[in-house]
């Protein structure tokens, strides 16, 4: 098993590209299901989660290449020849549960095993199915797998108002509805730029689709929907946790294709701690504006407030701002796991309920520390940037699935890092 060693030190400068979004991509893939014609993504993020939901379709009797080194995902779903997505292959990543309103949408039957994907909380999918019974569907959960199936005529319809926001609710129901007879409602959708992503991919499919990036999108279902060529938006989280690189280690940094209007509230808040953020054609610079970063408190939430996956990320920074952060996690119950191993680099956090307490010390020390998800592992990577002595990231695995070429991004604005097989 890998590890990423990262020692502490100086300053950063230069250029990272940021890739095209994992989460937009994984959602843009399931899209094929629904139409005969191929389906083209450019700026693919060149990730193990792409190759995980490349496998899903596949066993569906979807055809995914991958060509220009993985940039470009060329797919057919002509000849689908399955309804069934198995375990073996959900379980490994929560996203895959995205296969079942396209499936549903064009076969009129799906058999989806019930995700697993990263341990922060419980991340039921009964938004996920409420949606698609409101388009007619009959459910059933069996074995750990929901069996689904339209009625006669195909789905229909309805009208979703989502109790409270669902990103992969909010796809899955899009996807659904594009190819059901009449219009679809959904209330309290989310507003995520991976939506708006996605409607944009669908309408240039032939989908009938309006307000995309409100809290209400109406559907107009079709009968058919064709090939399209589709890029992939930026990668807002990816951008993110780049942005905050600067901040933790000094220097400054510019974020190849960054725009301002995938993050504000984000860069609000980075800028209330004491950054400074410039938007030109190249992307985003950024830099400390004067002295050390300041605490500040953040509570995450659906877009546009603060994302909950920038926030273990945040909260390496504010692990040696000046002053006492309070983090409040709104989205997911169990999303703290970062904090123990922060604690063992020399990190002061209390964790009570949904609420982490964050008092900036002068310096982290490296120190062995091990991944726990996705986001934690990047988090653990930055504080190491800024650390004194060598931090080892054990369990690279879940930053694999997550961010492209990390070692080589950071050597290329100066850190010092390197990625080493473990023995065992
Ligand atoms: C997506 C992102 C993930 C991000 C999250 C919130 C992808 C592949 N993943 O995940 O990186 O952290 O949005 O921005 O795009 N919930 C229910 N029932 C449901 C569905 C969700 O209770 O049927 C709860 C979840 O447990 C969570 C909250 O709703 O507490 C929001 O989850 P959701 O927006 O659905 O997240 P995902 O789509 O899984």
Known sequence: MDSIIVTGGGPLSGTIPIAGAKNACLTLM??????????????APRLSDIRTMSQLLGSLGAEVSSLSDGLVLAMSSHDLNGERADYDIVRKMRASILVLGPLLA???RAVVSLPGGCAIGARPVDLHLKALEAMGAELELRDGYVHAKAPSGGLHGGIVDFPFVSVGATENALMAATLARGTTVLKNAAQEPEIVDLVHCLQAMGAQISGEGTDTIEIQGVDRLHGATHRVVTDRIELG?????????GGEVTLGGGRRNLLDAFCTKIEEAGAEVTESDAGLTVKRANGPMQAVDVETQPFPGFPTDLQAQMMALLCTAQGTSVLEEKIFENRFMHAPELIRMGAEIDVHGGHATVT??????????????????????LAGLAAQGETRVGRVYH??????????K?????????RIKEDG
């Open 241 to 249: 946790t780049y942005m905050l690189a600067p901040l933790v280690a």
């Open 30 to 43: 399931p899209a094929t299901l629904l139409s005969d014609e191929p389906l083209t993504l450019t700026n």
């Open 360 to 381: 900036g010390v002068d310096k982290l020390k490296g120190a062995p520390v091990m991944a726990t998800d996705l986001r934690a592992s990047v988090s653990l990577i």
């Open 106 to 108: 064009r076969q009129g």
């Open 410 to 418: 950071l050597r290329g604005v100066g850190a010092n890092i390197e």
């Open 399 to 408: 930053l694999d699935r997550g961010y492209e070429h990390v070692v080589a």
